[in-house]
């Protein structure tokens, strides 16, 4: 279980690190772009080849990998479209004040992303005694440039560092209890139940690219983002290579 959490803290603590770097330095956008389609093209190779592949290969026809796909998808869809509907429309109130009220939606959003891609490292733990490598660098990676945005906004909406650091320490540690939680709960799972949790997170991770990370990407840095995107997907696809 210390050895769970430990990787949790390790895959999620680019949060605190995105923290620290979104107050201390002022990104450009274009940097930022690139960071996040970076970022997105690592969890794109560690969806097919590290979660939907494997749940593919272990679910032996039952149907269980199509199931749990569709299901994150949707959820992931649900969650969303209830988070738009709390800060209040599609967020183009630059004001502080429409800065401030999007927080929260952002903090959930991001909870809502990280709970399945870590409680995935526990369950790898669980199957194999081991980390995926692939599934770890993806995590670390998206979660910096996440934090760095949402920073961004907060000291837009004049948080203090003491406060900052603060929630994302917070959140770090609620999603390495995930981790602790999808090692510690599933020990008795049939090896269905687990690909079918291997192939909802990565319906939920997909949509989250799609809505998010990758718009948010080509917004920022425009054609640079396709470049990155393939960047860290080969770079991901490499370690899944050298680690099996």
Known sequence: MLNALMWGLIANSSLILGGFIGSRFNLSKRTLGI?????????????????????????????????????????????????????????EDSSQSGQSRLIIPMVLGIVLDGIPESAVIGIGLLEDGVVSLAILMAIFLSGGPEAIAGTAGMKSAGWSRPKIFGLWFGICIIL?????????????????????INAFAGGAILMMLTN??????????????????VLGFALSVLIIILEH
């Open 212 to 229: 998010s990370m990758i718009p948010e990407s080509y917004e920022y840095s425009g054609k640079l983002a396709g470049i990155f995107t």
């Open 35 to 91: 960071i996040l389609a970076f970022g997105a093209g690592t969890l794109l190779s560690a969806v097919a080849y590290e979660l939907v592949f494997e749940s593919i290969r272990m679910a032996r026809g039952t149907g269980f990998t199509g199931y749990g796909f569709f299901t994150g998808a949707l959820a992931f869809f649900l969650m969303d479209r209830l988070l738009e509907n709390l800060s209040g429309g599609s967020g």
């Open 176 to 196: 390495s209890l995930s981790t602790v939680a999808g090692y510690s709960l599933f020990g008795n799972a049939s090896v269905f139940t687990l690909q079918f």
